[in-house]
């Protein structure tokens, strides 16, 4: 449950950022896309953070590159906006996910009942 509620705050913090960056014809666009390329790399960082023990910064900068190479790519923005946005929003991203930390039984509503 945590997990599904970090990959969503990923989104809800990302997503808007690639927006301010676009003009309105391109906005929609530049969304959709950034959802995918989120999708894509959010269980990589995941998978390499949980199962090997390379630096979580080292990390970061592979996510920054390869999210600023799709940017530029799949936007047709400049290489510079793509990875000007990448770095921004990975930034933001990181230090906001290691500020806010979810406790996995914060969403549990349900009462624990015992029958005796």
Not at 11 to 32: T, V
Not at 92 to 107: A, G, R
Request: net charge positive; charged share 15%.
């Amino acid at each position: 449950m945590v997990i599904a509620l970090d990959i969503l705050l990923t989104l809800l913090l990302e997503l808007p950022i690639i927006a301010l960056f676009f003009k309105k014809k391109k906005r929609l666009s530049a969304i959709i896309y950034g959802f995918f390329i989120v999708l894509v790399t959010w269980p990589i960082v995941h998978i390499l953070k949980m199962s090997t023990e390379i630096n979580i910064n080292y990390i970061e900068v592979g996510v920054v590159i390869a999210e600023g190479l799709a940017l530029w790519i799949l936007t047709n923005c400049g290489w510079k906006k793509g990875f000007l946005i990448s770095i921004v929003i990975n930034c933001s991203s990181f230090f906001i996910m290691k500020t806010i930390t979810l406790d996995p039984d914060m969403l549990q509503n349900r009462p624990n009942i015992v029958i005796h």
